[in-house]
Nanobody
Framework: QVQLVESGGGLVQAGGSLRLSCAAS????????MGWFRQAPGKDREFVAA????????NGADSVKGRFTISRDAAKNTVYLQMNSLKPEDTAVYHC?????????????????WGQGTQVTVSS
């Protein structure tokens, strides 16, 4: 069992930056692939980025490539999402997820763990 808590969200102007954190307790994160997802009002949940257990492999949605970077710090048991050049369409609640499956399948199964989310609002 692992508990995930996101933080770092807030209100920022377009073009600004935020760094989201996902801190884990209960289990060490190195056994899990990790991912970030977001959900805007009235829309389905959307994949943002994922990272392998080792941290050597990362992937991001086309909409965030070149702007967002996912990383992990094993010593701090934390995963990060650095978000630069933010756009109003990035406004959403951002959730992190942990999976025992390979990183390409983070968020796919009911066995994954999810945090409660952190709100990101980007003003134009």
């Amino acid at each position: 069992q692992v508990q995930l808590v996101e933080s770092g969200g807030g209100l920022v102007q377009a073009g600004g930056s935020l760094r989201l954190s996902c801190a884990a307790s209960g289990r060490t994160l190195y056994i899990y692939s990790m991912g970030w997802f977001r959900q805007a009002p009235g829309k389905d949940r959307e994949f943002v980025a994922a990272i392998s257990r080792s941290g050597e492999i990362t992937n991001g949605a086309d909409s965030v490539k070149g702007r967002f970077t996912i990383s992990r710090d094993a010593a701090k048991n934390t995963v990060y999402l650095q978000m630069n050049s933010l756009k109003p369409e990035d406004t959403a609640v951002y959730h992190c997820a942990a999976s025992k499956l390979p990183w390409v399948r983070v968020g796919e199964t009911s066995n994954d763990y999810w945090g409660q989310g952190t709100q990101v609002t980007v003003s134009s």
